[in-house]
């Protein structure tokens, strides 16, 4: 490096004259106050307060002066160069500020606002309710067991002892499925031992016990839940569509003792300890003897009975809810599914499961199970 030049004038030196300093100066303040947001600002900073901006090449032209000479020049560019800082720290703040007031309100969360996420889905409360039934039977060591909804006649009806001139058959109104098939074969050909029969969606859950024994040799103990079909409208007591759960047992020496015992046990495992349960006679043609079965109601255990100021809602103050059907399996119905009546004998049982869960849950409209409200499904909780 050269000594320093004592005849040097820094009036001479342009980068120095007090008239350069100042507009480098007011150049860099106006910059500043222009500079619209903080990403500008950085870049107003770079080429005004970096390394290669005026002021700081005038900052290194005051090595080369004289020092009588730097210290003027010296404090000029250092006044400068202060002002320019204090310009830009002063405008940082601002820009800062402002972008902080902007982000609170850009990112403000309204809380109060409904929100749209997709719910989580949930099985329906019967199915819920079908499993549930399903497990008590399942802990025995009963087998879960199903059969298809287009169902042959003969599965339907036939083979449960309900003939073709039957009034039973009226007892139930039944969807017949046309075949379509326009050439004389039927859907049924092939579904089961009589072929000449007509297709129908199943009535009943019943089907399934003819399945079940066909399938199996005795003993034979099966659950059956599923969706059966009549031709009812739909109403807050009827639905077209709805479900039953179908139970059999077949072995040696069973009675309607065992039935009594098992039902027993279901009640109480769906409704709690202490329920009677209780048998009236009734006719179906796929047991013999049959019988109706009621549970004590749950709610009153039949102290509104009689009482008509402490109505019950859930049993109408009868003290009983009636379930559905039960019995002894006919022989005749074991003898078309190739069982020997002498050695086996057998019971069944079935009832609805809409009904159930109505005066279990207090639904009072059977349309509600149907429409798919999430409204109606939530209070029965999220169980999947
Ligand atoms: N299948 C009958 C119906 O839908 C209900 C029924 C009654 C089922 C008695 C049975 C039974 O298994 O033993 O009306």
Known sequence: ?????????????????????????????????????????????????????????????????????????GKRVGQARGAVNKALAARQEELEAERDARVLVEEAVDVTLPYDRIPLGARHPLTTLADRITDVFVAMGYEVAEGPEVEAEWY?????????????????????VDSG????????????????GDVVLRTHTSPVQIRS????????????????????????THTPVFHQIELLAVDEGLTMADLKGTLDHMVLSLFGEGLKTRLRPNYFPFTEPSAEMDMECYVCHGASVGDPDNPCRTCSSEGWIELGGC???????????GIDADRYSGFAFGFGIERLLMFRHNVE???DMVEGDVRFTRPFGMEI
Not at 16 to 42: C, H, N
Not at 158 to 166: G, Q
Not at 327 to 337: E, I, Q, S
């Open 327 to 337: 019995g002894m399996v006919n022989p005749r119905v074991l003898a078309a599914c």
């Open 156 to 176: 339907n009806f036939d083979a449960l002892n309900i003939a073709k001139d039957h009034p039973a058959r009226t007892m139930q109104d039944t969807f017949f």
């Open 213 to 236: 024994m066909l399938d199996r040799e005795p003993p034979v103990y099966v659950i059956c839940p599923g969706r059966v079909y009549r031709t009812d409208e739909l109403d807050a």
């Open 1 to 73: 490096m050269s000594a320093p030049n004592k005849s040097y004038d820094p009036v001479e030196v342009e980068a120095l004259k007090p008239e350069e300093i100042e507009r480098m100066r007011d150049e860099a303040v106006a910059a500043i106050a222009a500079a619209p947001d903080l990403k500008t600002l950085r870049e107003v900073k770079a080429a005004h307060v970096g390394d290669r901006s005026p002021l700081a090449l005038a900052n290194r032209e005051l090595s080369a002066l004289p020092p009588h000479a730097r210290a003027d020049a």
């Open 181 to 196: 098939r326009g050439d004389g074969t039927r859907l049924g050909d092939g579904l089961g031992p009589d072929a000449s």
């Open 365 to 367: 409209d059977m349309r």
